[in-house]
């Protein structure tokens, strides 16, 4: 059965402090504002969705009780709809987003909400305390190491320069800010409370800027000693080199043929992966290759390419070892200017290739996500 992605609209991201542009909203509201975007965009379909599935990382405080059930509750959708609260890391949104999509190809539904929802400024980065971060009796393997860290780890194993991390990262704000004015790259971007722009870029990025900025998170190494097993490398990645904490949300309307409206892309194949732990932000060139060899397509043939930039190492790697157009890839800018909403980011990387893939009238679209531990994620999408 084939499946489509009728919509996916996204909120700006919004700095995670108490003054950013969406820290004044609770996350079941930036949800809600979403799904008021898609019923106004796709009418009454997107109202009585069969399900609500909704990634999110921090399942605690501001958005701990079941996010999904609470964000149903407050956007007013019918009481069927069942509600589903999914945390795969930084590739919640996207995992969301299959997940709708194999429900919907098996016929368990005809249409879905799917998608996520961060708001760091309420529910910070490990804020949920879970044993696992601090838990010294894991085997060194199965312990927690911080993303940050094993970027750095990565760009060591990987022999990627700080020179390949400062152009990646200003590649990115370059990109970001010129996509500003691009109200194409931008027609699923929907104002949410007082923001109605991307609020993390940093146009006064400069080459020289990035080459001065020191390392940031070389201490790490120290403290999580026992999970690298002794082993140190050169610390690379300043705070620049790493996606903002943000806030955000987006959702997607998942379908079956047949809902009366015009869809604006097809599923052509879903994949995740599993990966090392101790390479950690591999697992999503996994799932890359794991979906490209499902739709039966090469890198070559993709108009348009988002790619999860998890720290700079992971696009810097991408750049380096695969056969892409740097021109077709994260052309609105990546996470390094607009930051990283955890569980939103693959729902919001989602609404953004849809836009990209309209904008210069293209036909396959891939989404790559990548996070911590060994989680990948990745979709082709062919427009309609």
């Known amino acids: 059965m084939n499946v489509y992605l009728y919509d996916a609209v996204r909120t700006p991201r919004g700095k995670a402090r108490p003054d950013g542009g969406l820290a004044g909203l609770s996350p079941q509201e930036l949800v809600r504002q979403q799904a008021a975007a898609l019923a106004e965009r796709c009418g009454d379909v997107a109202r009585a969705p069969d399900a609500l599935l909704l990634g999110c990382v921090t399942q605690s405080g501001a958005q701990g009780g079941h ?106 704000q370059q990109k970001a800010g010129a996509a500003e004015n691009d109200a194409a790259l931008q027609k699923s971007r929907i104002a949410t409370g007082p923001l109605a722009g991307e609020e993390c870029i940093r146009p006064q990025t400069t080459a020289e800027s990035l080459a001065a900025a020191p390392p940031a998170f070389g201490e790490l190494q120290q403290q999580y000693a026992g999970a690298l097993e002794g082993a140190t490398f050169e610390p690379l990645h300043s705070i620049a080199h790493a996606p903002p904490i943000c806030d955000g949300a987006a959702l997607a309307l998942v379908g079956a043929e047949g809902l009366g409206i015009a869809p604006r892309a097809r599923v052509l194949a879903f994949a995740e992966s599993g990966g090392d732990p101790a390479a950690s932000l591999t697992a999503g060139f996994a799932a890359m290759d794991k979906v490209l060899a499902r739709a039966g397509l090469a890198l070559g043939d993709m108009d348009r390419i988002e790619f999860m930039e998890a720290f700079a190492v992971t696009i810097a790697k991408f750049h380096r070892d695969r056969d ?35 904008a210069c009238s293209g036909r396959y679209g891939l989404v790559v996500l990548t996070g911590a531990m060994g989680v990948g994620a990745a979709m082709i999408v062919e427009r309609q």
């Open 67 to 172: 996010i999904a059930m609470l964000a149903k509750l407050h956007a007013g959708l019918p009481d069927t709809t069942a509600a589903h609260s999914i945390n795969n890391y930084c590739a919640s949104g996207l995992s969301a987003i299959g997940q709708a999509v194999a429900k919907v190809a098996s016929g368990e539904a005809t249409h879905i909400l799917a998608g996520g929802v961060e708001s760091m400024s309420g529910a910070p980065f490990l804020g949920d305390r879970a044993g696992f971060y601090t838990n010294d009796e894991l085997s060194p393997r199965a312990r927690f190491v911080p993303p940050v860290l094993a970027a750095d780890r990565l760009a060591h194993a990987e022999g990627i320069s700080r020179t390949e991390l400062d152009a990646v990262a200003l590649a990115s």
């Open 324 to 358: 892409a157009d740097p021109a077709r890839v994260n052309v609105s800018g990546g996470h390094l200017a607009k930051g990283h909403p955890m569980g939103a980011s693959g729902a919001i990387l989602t609404s953004t290739l849809l836009d990209a893939l309209d």
